[in-house]
Structure formats: structure tokens, C-alpha cells
Nanobody, 126 residues
Framework: QVQLVESGGGLVQAGGSLRLSCAAS????????MGWFRQAPGKEREFVGC????????HYADSVKGRFTISRDNAGNTVYLQMNSLKPEDTAVYYC???????????????????WGQGTQVTVSS
């Protein structure tokens, strides 16, 4: 399994942008589908979006569609989450996840089986 480390979180005003990074260890990163999740205080973990191993296929939750973009750099073992037009309700700890076994259909439903990062805090002020 890969080990994942997120970075790039911080405090931003509403309407601003942030780019999160998720660095993966291991030589097999390009074989993993990747996902982003978030969890706000007192709420359940929420699926944000996912990207397939090649970067060709992407899927987003309705709550972030049109504002967030997932991309990946397989040579650099990194997946990104570009977040634009941020809203206070986007405030959460953001996690990346790696899955090398589940079907794309499952992944788009937020069903991930594999490695998780430790999370990075994103706070959006109004």
C-alpha cells in the first residue's frame, strides 16, 4: 500500500482559492485510483471527488462540482485538489485516499478501500 501525506491547507476568505497536495510514497502510485474526502466538525466524512489512475476519468460530489478540480502527476507521485470559489461550508479536514482494487462505480460513490492520509485543515472565513 502507499503512504499518503496531505499538505496545502490553511485559512482563506470566502471566494478565495487553495490547492491541496497529496504526496504518495511507493513506486506503484500510478496504479491507484485516488480520492478526496472531507470531514467538518460534528459531521460525517463526505466524499469530495475522485480521479482514476491515468487521470482521464474524474468524478465530483454535487457540492463541489464546478468549483473543485482534481488532478494528478504520476511522475511526481502526487494528486492535487484545486479549490476555487471557496465557501464557509467548505471548512473541514481534507483527506486523500488511494484505492487499487475497487471498481470505478464504487469509487464514485465514495467507497474507498485502501490507504488514507492524516488530513489537512481548510478553514474558510466569511
Amino acid at each position: 500500500q502507499v503512504q499518503l501525506v496531505e499538505s496545502g491547507g490553511g485559512l482563506v476568505q470566502a471566494g478565495g482559492s487553495l490547492r491541496l497536495s497529496c504526496a504518495a510514497s511507493g513506486r506503484t502510485f500510478s496504479s491507484y485510483n485516488m480520492g478526496w474526502f472531507r470531514q467538518a466538525p460534528g459531521k460525517e466524512r463526505e466524499f469530495v471527488g475522485c480521479i482514476n489512475w491515468s487521470g482521464v476519468m474524474k468524478h465530483y460530489a454535487d457540492s463541489v462540482k464546478g468549483r473543485f478540480t482534481i488532478s494528478r502527476d504520476n511522475a511526481g507521485n502526487t494528486v492535487y485538489l484545486q479549490m476555487n470559489s471557496l465557501k464557509p461550508e467548505d471548512t473541514a479536514v481534507y483527506y486523500c485516499a488511494a484505492d487499487g482494487v475497487s471498481s470505478w462505480s464504487s469509487l464514485t460513490k465514495g467507497v474507498f478501500s485502501g490507504s488514507w492520509g492524516q488530513g489537512t485543515q481548510v478553514t474558510v472565513s466569511s
